[in-house]
């Protein structure tokens, strides 16, 4: 089974162009399985000899070790996949994953910061030195453009139009999308640029060129974001659960709350299916009803 994971693995690399994270997630997974595979009553059992009954003890194993709902789903998905790969490749027959069906999911709503919040945030960091400036621009950007942490440090300087107000960002699975750039985040990463401190390696590649660096001139790192994140959530006295995907997250309900339709929403957050972006009018409905009921005479 090793070897077939190693295929499948490389036939994501190289023909599905799956990004470094996808593929680190399809490694754990697969070999996670191939190991419990091999530690119970079922080693030596081949590829094409696995059934349903396997694979429904694997999500039972799962469940019993207390995993989370969304990460057996993801495990159960990986193991979809590699089957439908193991099928095409002739070293199994049939997909033994396809019908186990997903834990059902709790969803729970994301925390969303008040427009209050947001601007006590976006002004912390200071606004006398590159690091501040750095920082400032940062947080304007993934804000302002609603961005994953991921797209934010991947940003290059030909992606920046500031003329259009538009940004080119490299989503999930490398796809494409144009989003915007509002004034504020615009003015914070030009007075970012001019006293930036690049690495003389970073400015050889021009248009390449990462436009958030580190102090020592080189690209962010997503943890390193993170890190300047919780010092800036403690500064301004903001819940201490608030991460990057908070500002994600406020984005789009700030748009909706201001009567964006829900598909312009899908787009700009990235969003393949319209279900991940439906979440955030639940966000949106339970501010309506706080509204509702502090200004109804006849509310409560």
């Given amino acids: 089974m090793s070897s077939a994971i190693t ?92 019908p186990l069906r997903n834990p059902r999911r709790n969803r729970k709503l994301p925390l969303v910061l008040s427009n209050e919040e947001i601007g006590r945030l976006l002004t912390t960091p200071p606004a006398h030195d590159p690091a501040g400036l750095r920082d400032r621009a940062i ?39 144009l989003s915007p750039l509002g ?10 640029a001019a006293r930036r401190n690049r690495s003389a390696e970073a400015e050889k590649l021009g248009q390449a060129a990462p436009v958030f660096v580190n102090r020592f001139g080189n690209i962010l790192t997503t943890r390193s974001v993170g890190r300047m994140l919780d010092k800036y959530i403690a500064d301004a006295e903001l819940d201490s659960r608030v991460s990057p995907h908070t500002l994600r997250h406020s984005f789009a309900t700030h748009l909706l709350d201001r009567g ?31 509204i509702y009921e502090k200004a109804h005479p006849r509310a409560q």
Avoid: C
Wanted: proline share 2%; net charge positive.
């Fill in 260 to 290: 964006a339709d829900i598909r312009s929403v899908q787009e700009l957050l990235g969003h393949k299916s319209l279900t991940t972006t439906q979440i955030y009018t639940h966000v949106s409905a339970a501010n309506l009803r706080t």
């Fill in 183 to 192: 004034s504020y985040a615009i003015a914070a990463i030009r007075a970012y």
């Fill in 7 to 98: 295929r499948f693995l490389r036939y994501m690399a190289t023909e599905r162009n799956a990004s470094e994270l996808t593929i680190k997630a399809y490694r754990e997974d697969l070999f996670g399985f191939a190991q419990w595979l091999e530690a119970g009553p079922f080693a030596g059992t081949t590829l094409d000899a696995l059934d349903p009954s396997h694979l429904r003890q694997f999500q039972a194993a799962l469940q019993q070790a207390d995993y989370a709902k969304s990460t057996i789903s993801r495990k159960l998905a990986s193991l979809r996949s590699f089957f439908k790969f193991a099928i095409r490749e002739g070293s199994a027959k049939t997909n033994p994953a396809k």
């Fill in 139 to 177: 947080l304007e950007t993934m804000y302002s453009s609603g961005l994953r942490v991921s797209e934010l440090v991947a940003l290059r300087d030909g992606d920046l139009d500031f003329s259009q107000g538009i940004a080119r960002v490299r989503g999930k699975g490398r796809k494409e999308r």
